[in-house]
């Protein structure tokens, strides 16, 4: 009796199992979208990291316009100015005075510019590391965004498929029942479970709806359907295999330590020019110039008044030092002082954060890996059980229940596998993100695993 239904089982049970891939994703066909699609579209779409984008663009102006300080500056003028007077005895003069001229000064010696040159370089840098912070954060978005759509999708399949097997199951009680093989408990035991299986798949429905609004969010595309993973499923290995290398490439490389530690630079550097603030600065400037002036008067009393053109010239240097500012310098260097123990604190807490978030993730693959092969063990021994039961269930030696039982524990194992498995890819790529190694070649990896 065994031997003789098993092909029957197995060819049954095949059709049940593909109503997870087809019954899901029948709807995407030609339409689907990569990973990699949908994080091109994100790059040009997100807002946070086109704010980011925008931030570290605007730096390297800001950086620049800090850089003039260390240039001469050049300007050009030029005024006309008319007058006009009269005297006691009723007679009037009118001047005509128009002037011209080029002016510059250079700082020769300064050395808080100097300073504040070098905190725009480490501002920039600092933009740069915020930029490179939302571009492995977009890439986890969309890559979590992303899998959470497939979970959905297998969640939804594997409740669909355990409710068809359940229907089936129901349909057999239903017959049993009334040829009088079987108790009225087995028809209701498969009538429940059959009706919580349509209460688990309007939930199912109603959630893989909720993933895929967050990710068309994201990427700002609608209807997004993505690519499932090539079966069968063969996860990369999360490389090096040890811990320490990645806790001290995160401490190196991550870009919020970077940046916390480009802000303890910055603050010393505030430091330094506090105490500059009470040197010497010295200053050149210089300028020509022409001036016409013309009057009414004619002759040797225009002359006398001056009237023609001159010119002129003049270049100096001054040297400026501070005697007294009421304590604004002293204090404005304590300041500076307590500013910096700040940024070196926080620097000590974002690397004490990262390493956490290193650990955590290592960890984390770690322990998904293990998951992913024993959960692939217990699918296959999910379905021989199931086969088993349902067998034992014809020839009578096992219930309605056992067999609802190991449909259900089946179907629950598939979904808790592939969840497992998009886990793994997940957690790898933040595993990356916490050793600053995250790039977007990291997505292009995860897309050569997804189907064509």
């Known amino acids: 009796m065994s031997d003789h239904r098993a092909p029957v089982l197995r060819q049954r049970f095949s059709r049940l199992a593909a109503a997870i891939a087809v019954g899901v994703f029948a709807s995407a066909g030609a339409q689907a979208q990569s990973l990699q699609d949908l994080y091109d579209a994100a790059r040009a779409y997100d807002a946070s990291f086109l704010s980011a984008r925008a931030a570290a663009e605007s730096a390297e102006y800001r950086a620049a316009q800090v850089g003039a300080l260390a240039k001469p500056t ?12 009269e005297s006691p005895s009723g007679s009037s003069l009118n001047t005509t005075t128009t002037t011209a001229g080029v002016k510059a000064s250079y700082s020769l010696y300064n050395r808080g510019n100097a300073i504040t040159i070098e905190q725009s370089l480490r501002s920039l840098s600092v933009a740069k590391a915020d930029l490179e912070t939302a571009e492995q954060d977009l890439i986890v978005r969309v890559a979590q965004a992303y899998f959470d759509v497939l979970a959905a999708q297998d969640v939804l399949g594997s409740t669909r ?15 049993n029942f009334e040829v009088g093989t079987s108790t009225i408990t087995d028809t209701r035991e498969a009538q429940a479970r059959y009706d919580r299986s349509l209460a688990q798949e309007i939930a199912a429905e109603n959630d893989l709806r909720v993933r895929r609004v967050a990710l068309e969010q994201i990427v700002g595309r609608a209807n997004v359907e993505p690519k499932p993973l090539v079966q069968p499923v063969a996860l990369p290995a999360v490389l090096p295999l040890t811990l320490d290398p990645w806790v001290a490439q995160a401490d190196e490389q991550n870009p919020s330590v970077r940046k916390a530690r480009l802000g303890l630079e910055v603050a010393q550097l505030e430091t330094k020019k506090a105490r500059a603030a009470d040197g010497v600065t010295v200053d050149m400037s210089g300028s020509v110039g022409l001036s016409n002036l013309h009057t009414s008067l004619s002759g040797a009393a225009a002359a006398a008044a001056g009237s023609g053109t001159s010119k002129s010239a003049s270049i100096g240097v001054s040297i400026n030092y501070p005697l007294y500012t009421g304590g604004a310098s002293q204090n404005r260097v304590l300041e500076a002082l307590k500013l910096e123990e700040k940024s070196r604190n926080d620097l000590e807490y974002v690397r004490r954060l990262v390493n956490e978030s290193t650990r955590r993730g290592f960890l984390g693959v770690q322990s998904l890996t293990a998951q992913v092969k024993a959960l692939e063990a217990a699918e296959s021994s999910s379905k021989l059980a199931l086969e088993s039961t349902q067998v034992g269930y014809r020839v009578g030696v096992r219930v309605n229940l056992d067999v609802l039982n190991a449909q259900t524990l089946l179907y629950t194992t598939q979904s808790d596998l592939a969840k497992a498995r998009y886990d793994v890819l997940v957690t790898g790529l933040k595993l990356r993100q916490a050793a600053g190694q995250l790039r977007p070649e990291d997505i292009s990896a995860i897309n050569q695993l997804l189907t064509k």
Not at 74 to 85: D, E, F, I, M
Not at 161 to 175: F, G, H, P, V, Y
């Open 74 to 85: 050049v300007g050009l003028g030029a005024g006309t100015t008319l007058a006009r007077s």
């Open 161 to 175: 498929a355990n409710k068809t097997a359940i229907a089936e199951q129901l349909a057999s009680a239903k017959r």
